[in-house]
Structures are given as structure tokens and as C-alpha cells.
């Protein structure tokens, strides 16, 4: 039987490899719904593709556009609610999360606790509300929270068929960006051109400068702790500068498992969408006569202080990952304006975590409030 599936974010770079997967096995899954605040032709090209019976423009100034441009047979449909009432459908199997910011966070509980499954690739839904997040999925017979990120993708295949108490460590591992053998004075005279050329990955620009600075490693050690249910002391990151190695898992008994693919987001998406089955697909395969060697460097805080960020937002917990992420979010932007220097990063999202008072996850409201705390502070750090 084909598995019913919605698309959120469905025009951005996740969104289009996603579309790649879905239409290269129609006898698989059947897409029912797509939206994003994107490109409305992009969109509307997608919907050509798959006919869905909605596909939501989440920018109501959008709809207009969008209705007269899709194909018979699909509605269009705006706002929020839209989301909601496309998450919720009874017949919806999986709902494919890759929505840029905090948007996806209330159709991603709808859907859990719907009982759907959650293919999910945003990080701010589970750095922001990654309490809230897991509670529905445990909480709700049916729902399941499967990764898309590479990295955590890479933990979730090493650790199948492994029982919790044979896991000693999880690493995730990261590029090292373009900075990785730059000095600390380069680095703080790096421009927004020098932050943007990526050494493997093809990213959009927000997620390229993060990985510049390795705020990306930063959340996404903290999605970690909430997807596998792993302390920090449990969580590492060491820098594979070929992105071959996504993931490593290191055992009680001293063996680490450790899963390997070309940097092409397509596996870790084909593999969310059918787990527990393995789609053959058409990847590009290893040259292992070229794959001499695979190399694994500690990280330079001294350089690159984002992990202790993430470390502190773990030990601490609460309402402290959502103000991470939100002053990143900010600091990214001011950076991106030319505003501040790259090493203003870290200075605009250290200063903010001090200053905030972290409480325990108790509503999405509650949330809300310290994120747009935390991004009014970010915008008037001096640096």
C-alpha cells in the first residue's frame, strides 16, 4: 500500500530532493500535500508533478498567485490552519518537515500527536521545543520521529537492532567549513563570500555560515540529546573534512560503528521516508581505490566555541536551546548585512545565553516569549 505524504518546505533545497525521491517511486508513496513560503513556480511545478488534492502558500499573500496558476484538481490553500488541516488528514502517513525557522514546530506536534510519522529536518523544531517534541512522539501510539540530517541520520542507522545499554557514545561529525585550517585572526576578518564557500556541501546560505562557524554541530548536538535520549557527556563532534564519515557510534565494549555515504542528502531523506525498508535508489557508489583514507581532527575550541554553547544549552535544558538558537539565528543575519564581523557570532550568542535565566518546557507560548527575548537582546549586542 503507498504511504500518504505531506511535503513541508517542499521548494527549498531539502524540499526539491525530497521531490526527487517521491516521484522516483510512485509505487511507494503518493504525495497528498505540499507547502512552503518559497517560490510559488516551484511549487506549482511540484503539484504538475504529483497532483496533490492541497498545496498550501504558508505566506497568505501568496494565495491569489498560487490559485491561479495551479493545476485542476489541487486546491490551494494559506495560513497556518492550512498547515494544520493538512498535517492532521487521517489518511496521511508521513509529513516530511524541512520548513526554514520556527514554522514548523506546531504542525510537527499536530502531526505527532496525529500518530503520523514525522520525517523531520528542521532543526529549530527540536533545539526549540525538543521536550514538547518528544513527549508527543513517545506519548502518541503511531508517531514516529525519524531524522533527515545527515549526521543524525548516520546515529539512527548505526544504532539499529543496538539496545541503549551497549551504547557508550554518540559522535557526530562535521566538515570544519571553509575556516578549519585558517588562524583565529583570519577567521575574524572573514567575510560573508569566505563564510559561503562550503569545501563539500551545497547549502543554503544560513545553514553554509553556520557551518563556517560550526553552529550548526552546536544544535545539532543538541537535537541529538533529545532524538536519541543521551546526556551531553554522551554526545561528542570531531571534524571528517571529506563528509564521508556522517556518524559514529562507540560501544560499551570498545568497537565504534561508524555509517559512511557520498555527501548527498537524497539517502538520508529516501531513508526516513521508507524505514524500516531500504529503497535500492540509484546512488552514486564509493571509489573505494580513491577512499585511501578518511581523517579525524579534534575540534580548536579555542577557535571554534560552539560547542561549549551546546554544552551548556544541554546541561541546562529548558527555554536555553531556544535562545541558542534564536540569537544564532540573529547574529547569522547581522553578520549576513555586513553589520558585524564573523567572530561576532559567538560573542552575540554567548552574551545572550548569559544573560537568560533558563526555565523548564512548559508551553509553546512559554517558548515563543524567550526566543523573542532572546532575538531583541541578540539585535543590540555590542560588539
Same mark, same amino acid.
Given at each position: 500500500?503507498?504511504?500518504?505524504?505531506? %511535503?513541508?518546505g517542499?521548494t527549498?533545497?531539502i524540499?526539491?530532493?525530497?521531490?526527487?525521491?517521491?516521484?522516483?517511486?510512485?509505487?511507494?508513496?503518493?504525495?497528498?500535500g /505540499?507547502?512552503?513560503?518559497?517560490?510559488?513556480?516551484?511549487?506549482?511545478r511540484?503539484?504538475g508533478i504529483f497532483?496533490?488534492r492541497?498545496? %498550501?502558500?504558508t505566506?497568505?499573500a501568496?494565495?491569489?498567485?498560487?490559485?491561479s496558476? /495551479?493545476?485542476?484538481?489541487?486546491?490551494?490553500?494559506?495560513?497556518?490552519?492550512?498547515?494544520?488541516?493538512?498535517v492532521t488528514s487521517?489518511?496521511v502517513?508521513?509529513? /516530511?518537515?524541512?520548513?526554514?525557522?520556527?514554522?514548523?514546530?506546531?504542525p510537527?506536534l499536530?502531526?505527532l500527536?496525529? @500518530?503520523k510519522?514525522v520525517a523531520?529536518a528542521?532543526?529549530?523544531?527540536?533545539?526549540?521545543?525538543?521536550?514538547?517534541v518528544?513527549?508527543?512522539?513517545k506519548?502518541?501510539?503511531g508517531?514516529?520521529?525519524l531524522?533527515?540530517d545527515?549526521?543524525?541520520?548516520?546515529?539512527?542507522?548505526?544504532?539499529?537492532?543496538?539496545?541503549p545499554?551497549?551504547v &557508550?557514545?554518540?559522535?557526530l561529525?562535521?566538515? @570544519?567549513g571553509?575556516?578549519?585550517t585558517?588562524?583565529?585572526?583570519?577567521?575574524?576578518?572573514?567575510?560573508v563570500?569566505?563564510?559561503?564557500?562550503?569545501?563539500?556541501?551545497?547549502?543554503g546560505?544560513?545553514?553554509?555560515i553556520?557551518?563556517?562557524? /560550526?553552529?550548526?554541530?552546536?544544535?545539532?548536538l543538541?537535537e541529538?540529546?533529545?532524538l536519541?535520549g543521551?546526556?551531553?557527556?554522551?554526545?561528542?563532534?570531531v571534524?571528517?573534512?571529506?563528509s564521508?564519515?556522517?556518524?559514529l557510534?562507540?560501544l560499551t565494549d @570498545?568497537g565504534c560503528i561508524?555509517?559512511? &555515504?557520498?555527501?548527498?542528502?537524497?539517502?538520508?531523506i529516501?531513508?526516513?521516508l521508507?524505514?524500516?525498508?531500504?529503497?535500492?535508489g540509484?546512488p552514486?557508489?564509493?571509489?573505494f581505490?580513491?577512499l585511501?583514507?578518511?581523517?579525524?581532527?579534534?575540534?580548536?575550541?579555542?577557535?571554534?566555541?560552539?560547542?561549549?554553547?551546546?554544552?551548556?544549552?544541554?546541561?541546562?535544558?529548558?527555554?536555553?536551546?531556544a535562545?541558542?538558537?534564536?540569537?544564532?539565528?540573529v &547574529?547569522?543575519e547581522r553578520?549576513?548585512r555586513?553589520e558585524v564581523?564573523f567572530?561576532?557570532?559567538w560573542?552575540?550568542?554567548?552574551?545572550?545565553?548569559?544573560?537568560?535565566t533558563?526555565?523548564p518546557?512548559?508551553?509553546?507560548?512559554q517558548?515563543?516569549?524567550?526566543?523573542l527575548? &532572546?532575538?531583541?537582546?541578540?539585535?543590540?549586542?555590542?560588539?
Open positions: 500500500m503507498k504511504k500518504k505524504v505531506v %511535503v513541508l517542499a527549498g533545497s524540499g526539491r530532493n525530497a521531490a526527487l525521491e517521491l516521484e522516483a517511486y510512485p509505487e511507494k508513496f503518493e504525495v497528498v /505540499l507547502a512552503a513560503r518559497g517560490s510559488v513556480d516551484e511549487l506549482v511540484q503539484a497532483h496533490p492541497s498545496v %498550501v502558500a505566506d497568505g501568496r494565495y491569489e498567485e498560487l490559485a496558476k /495551479l493545476p485542476p484538481g489541487s486546491r490551494a490553500l494559506a495560513g497556518e490552519e492550512a498547515l494544520t488541516e493538512l487521517p489518511d502517513d508521513i509529513v /516530511l518537515c524541512a520548513i526554514i525557522g520556527t514554522a514548523g514546530i506546531v510537527v499536530k502531526a500527536a496525529c @500518530g510519522r523531520l528542521s532543526k529549530e523544531v527540536l533545539c526549540m521545543a525538543g521536550e514538547l518528544m513527549k508527543a512522539a506519548g502518541t501510539p508517531a514516529e520521529l531524522p533527515i545527515s549526521e543524525h541520520s548516520g546515529v539512527f542507522q548505526c544504532l539499529a537492532g543496538r539496545r545499554e551497549e &557508550a557514545r554518540l559522535w561529525t562535521a566538515s @570544519g571553509p575556516f578549519r585558517w588562524s583565529a585572526e583570519a577567521i575574524a576578518r572573514a567575510t563570500e569566505d563564510a559561503l564557500r562550503h569545501p563539500t556541501w551545497n547549502m546560505a544560513k545553514i553554509t553556520d557551518s563556517a562557524s /560550526l553552529m550548526n554541530k552546536a544544535l545539532e543538541v541529538a540529546r533529545y536519541f543521551v546526556e551531553g557527556d554522551r554526545l561528542g563532534a571534524i571528517e573534512p571529506h564521508i564519515v556522517h556518524a557510534v562507540e @570498545g561508524a555509517q559512511l &555515504a557520498v555527501p548527498d542528502m537524497r539517502l538520508p529516501r531513508y526516513a521508507s524505514f524500516p525498508e531500504r529503497l535500492a540509484k552514486e557508489r564509493f571509489d581505490s580513491r585511501n583514507r578518511v581523517d579525524f581532527i579534534p575540534v580548536d575550541e579555542s577557535k571554534f566555541p560552539s560547542l561549549g554553547f551546546a554544552r551548556q544549552a544541554i546541561a541546562c535544558g529548558g527555554t536555553l536551546p535562545v541558542m538558537n534564536a540569537a544564532n539565528e &547574529a547569522v553578520f549576513m555586513r564581523r567572530s561576532d557570532i560573542k552575540i550568542v554567548g552574551k545572550t545565553m548569559a544573560r537568560h533558563a526555565e518546557q512548559e508551553s509553546l507560548e517558548i515563543r516569549e524567550a526566543d527575548e &532572546a532575538r531583541r537582546f541578540a539585535e543590540t549586542v555590542a560588539c
